[in-house]
Nanobody
Framework: QVQLVESGGGLVQAGGSLRLSCAAS????????MGWFRQAPGKEREFVAS????????YYADSVKGRFTISGDNAKNTVYLQMNSLKPEDTAVYYC???????????WGQGTQVTVSS
């Protein structure tokens, strides 16, 4: 079992940057694949980025590739999402997720709001 707490959301102008953080409880953080999803108003939740438990492989949705970077710090039990060149269409609630077995994302944080103004 792992608990996830996101932070770092807020309001930013288009073209700006934000860094989201996700702090995970427990001593087994390094055994989890970690990721980020987002959900915009009236839209389905969508995958944003993920990082394997080895922290050496990352994956991105096409819509954020080249602008967002996911990273993990096992010493701090924290995963980050650096978001640059933000666009209004990036506006959403961003959720941190964890998975231990390479299947479904088993654990979800409560979400943090990101709003990008034009």
């Amino acid at each position: 079992q792992v608990q996830l707490v996101e932070s770092g959301g807020g309001l930013v102008q288009a073209g700006g940057s934000l860094r989201l953080s996700c702090a995970a409880s427990g001593s087994t953080f390094r055994t989890y694949n970690m990721g980020w999803f987002r959900q915009a108003p009236g839209k389905e939740r969508e995958f944003v980025a993920s990082i394997r438990r080895s922290r050496d492989s990352t994956y991105y949705a096409d819509s954020v590739k080249g602008r967002f970077t996911i990273s993990g710090d096992n010493a701090k039990n924290t995963v980050y999402l650096q978001m640059n060149s933000l666009k209004p269409e990036d506006t959403a609630v961003y959720y941190c997720v964890a998975d231990r077995n390479g299947g479904d994302w088993d654990f979800w944080g409560q979400g943090t709001q990101v709003t990008v103004s034009s």
